[in-house]
C-alpha cells in the first residue's frame, strides 16, 4: 500500500508541477494576439509595448541560473511556492493594471517568477522520478509545455475579444492556486546534498549584471554601433568575464563550470541552444508567410500552425518513452535534421505552394521539435550529480533562451535586409527574405547536429547501459 501511495502521489507531484510549468508557457504567448487592444486602452507607444514583451524576456533569462541555484540551496519545494505567489500576484497586478509602465513592471516580476517555475518545475521532476521513469515524466512535462505554447496566441485572441485583455493575465490566478494545492500534498522537499553549500553572493552580482545588459543587447537588436549598444557589449564583456574568473575560484560556485568539461552536458545545450535558435526565428516569419503571401486570416493562420506546436505536445509523452528504451542521444540528432529538412522544404514556399506540401514541412518542423525538446533536458540533468540539478536546469534553459535571442537577432536582421531588396513586387522581395532566412536556419542546425553528433559518439551506448542500470538498481531495490 504504501509502495502504491508512493507511485501516485509522485504523479500527482508531476501534475502539479506541470501546472505551474504551463502556465509559464501560455504567458510567454499569450500576450501577443492582446497587443492592439492593450495599445488602444492603455494609449501605449510601440516602443513601450516591446518592452511587455521585452521585459519578460529580459528577467526570465537574467534570473534562471540564480534561481536555479537558491532552489538548490533553499529548497526546490519552497523555492517553487515562492515563484508560484509571486507569479499569481504579479498576474493580479497586470490585470488590474491602468498604466503601460505598471503592467511593464508586473511583467517583469512574472519574468522573474517564470525562472523558478522553468527550473524547479525540471528539477522536481528529476529529483522525484528515477532515471527509468524520467524520460517519460520529462515527455508529459514538455507536452503540457507544448500545449501551453499552441494554445497561448489563440487563448489571448479569445480572452481578450470576448473578456477584455485584463483577463489574460486574470485567469492565471485560480490556476496558481490550483497548482500550489496539488503540490502541497504531493512534492517532496529536495535541496543539494554539497557540504557547506552556500550562494555566491559577489558571482550573483556579476551575473545581475552581465546577464540582464547581454539580454538588452539582444532585444534591442540594430543599432550596433550606437554608444549604448557598445556601451552594453562592454558591460557584458566586463561582467561576465569577471563572472568566469571569480566562478573558478570560490568553493560553492552559482555555476559550476565543471559541468561544462562533460561532453553530455555540453550536447545537450548544444541541441536546446539550436532548437530555441530554429523556432523562434521560424515561429516571427511564419505567421507573416500565411499572412502576406498566402492571404490567410488570424484564425487560419493559427489552424495552419498548430501541426507545429501540436505535434511537439502530442509527440512528447512517446517521445519521452523511447528515451527511456533507447537513450536521449539518437532521438536528438534525428530532430536536428528533421529540422534542417523543415528548413530546407520552407525554403521552396512560393505564391503557389500546395497545401499538403506546406502542411508537411510544419509537421516535420513539430517533430524536430518534439524529438528535441524533452531529450535535451533529459540528457543534460541525467549527465550531472543530482544535488546540482537545478543549477543544471538554469544553466540549460538561460542558454537555450539566448539560443533564440541570438537567433531572433540575426534571422530578423536577415529578413529584413535581404527582404528590402529590390524586386519587381514587394511579395517577390519577401519571398527573398523568407528563403535567405530558411537556407540560415538550415545551415545553423546542420553545424548544430554535427557538434552534437561529435560531443556523442559513445553517448548512445552510455545511455542505454545508464537506463539498463537504473532498472537494474530498481529490481534489486524491489522497485
Not at 263 to 274: K, Q
Not at 378 to 403: D, F, K, R, W, Y
Request: proline share 3%; with cysteine; aromatic share 8%.
Amino acid at each position: 500500500m504504501g509502495v502504491f501511495a508512493q507511485q501516485q502521489r509522485k504523479w500527482w507531484a508531476l501534475l502539479g508541477v506541470s501546472i505551474a510549468s504551463f502556465l509559464g508557457c501560455v504567458d510567454f504567448t499569450i500576450v501577443n494576439t492582446a497587443l492592439p487592444a492593450l495599445q488602444a486602452d492603455l494609449g501605449a507607444s510601440l516602443d513601450s509595448l516591446q518592452w511587455v514583451i521585452n521585459g519578460f524576456i529580459l528577467a526570465l533569462s537574467s534570473f534562471m541560473v540564480l534561481v536555479g541555484r537558491l532552489a538548490d540551496l533553499q529548497g526546490r519545494k519552497r523555492v517553487l511556492f515562492i515563484g508560484l505567489s509571486v507569479f499569481g500576484l504579479a498576474s493580479l497586478a497586470a490585470g488590474l493594471a491602468g498604466q503601460i509602465e505598471t503592467l511593464i513592471g508586473a511583467r517583469v516580476l512574472q519574468g522573474l517568477a517564470c525562472a523558478v517555475l522553468y527550473t524547479a518545475s525540471g528539477a522536481i521532476v528529476s529529483s522525484t522520478f528515477d532515471s527509468t521513469e524520467q524520460g517519460k515524466a520529462f515527455g508529459v512535462l514538455f507536452g503540457v509545455n507544448g500545449v501551453g505554447l499552441a494554445v497561448g496566441p489563440v487563448l489571448g485572441g479569445l480572452i481578450t475579444s470576448g473578456f477584455g485583455w485584463q483577463w489574460i493575465f486574470l485567469i492565471n490566478v485560480p490556476f496558481v492556486l490550483l497548482s500550489l494545492a496539488i503540490c502541497s500534498f504531493s512534492v517532496q522537499e529536495s535541496r543539494s546534498t554539497e557540504v557547506d553549500a552556500r550562494l555566491d553572493v559577489w558571482g550573483a552580482l556579476l551575473l545581475l549584471i552581465g546577464l540582464p545588459s547581454l539580454v538588452l543587447v539582444i532585444v534591442q537588436g540594430g543599432g550596433w554601433g550606437s554608444s549604448l549598444t557598445l556601451s552594453l557589449i562592454a558591460v557584458t564583456v566586463l561582467a561576465l568575464g569577471a563572472f568566469l574568473v571569480l566562478e573558478k575560484r570560490v568553493a560553492a560556485p552559482i555555476i559550476d563550470l565543471q559541468l561544462f568539461a562533460n561532453r553530455r552536458f555540453v550536447a545537450a545545450v548544444a541541441a536546446s541552444f539550436g532548437l530555441a535558435l530554429f523556432y523562434c526565428v521560424a515561429f516571427f516569419v511564419m505567421p507573416l508567410y500565411l499572412a502576406q503571401i498566402r492571404g490567410e486570416t488570424l484564425q487560419a493562420s493559427g489552424l495552419l500552425l498548430l501541426p507545429t506546436t501540436l505535434g511537439v505536445a502530442l509527440l512528447s509523452p512517446l517521445v519521452g518513452r523511447l528515451v527511456d528504451r533507447r537513450g536521449p542521444a539518437l532521438l536528438i540528432k534525428a530532430g536536428l535534421l528533421l529540422l534542417v529538412l523543415s528548413a530546407l522544404l520552407q525554403a521552396g514556399f512560393d505564391r503557389q505552394t500546395s497545401l499538403p506540401y506546406l502542411l508537411g514541412a510544419f509537421v516535420i518542423m513539430g517533430l524536430g521539435w518534439a524529438s528535441i525538446l524533452g531529450p535535451s533536458t533529459v540528457l543534460g540533468i541525467s549527465s550531472v550529480p543530482q544535488e546540482v540539478g537545478s543549477v543544471a536546469m538554469g544553466s540549460l534553459m538561460t542558454l537555450h533562451n539566448v539560443g533564440g535571442g541570438i537567433g531572433l537577432a540575426l534571422g530578423v536582421g536577415l529578413f529584413h535586409h535581404f527582404s528590402a531588396t529590390p524586386l519587381d513586387d514587394t511579395q517577390g522581395a519577401f519571398l527573398n527574405g523568407y528563403r535567405v532566412v530558411m537556407v540560415f536556419l538550415a545551415g545553423v542546425t546542420l553545424a548544430v547536429w554535427a557538434v552534437v553528433s561529435v560531443l556523442l559518439r559513445k553517448s548512445p551506448a552510455l545511455a542505454r547501459g545508464a537506463v539498463q542500470e537504473g532498472r537494474a538498481v530498481a529490481e534489486e531495490s524491489g522497485g
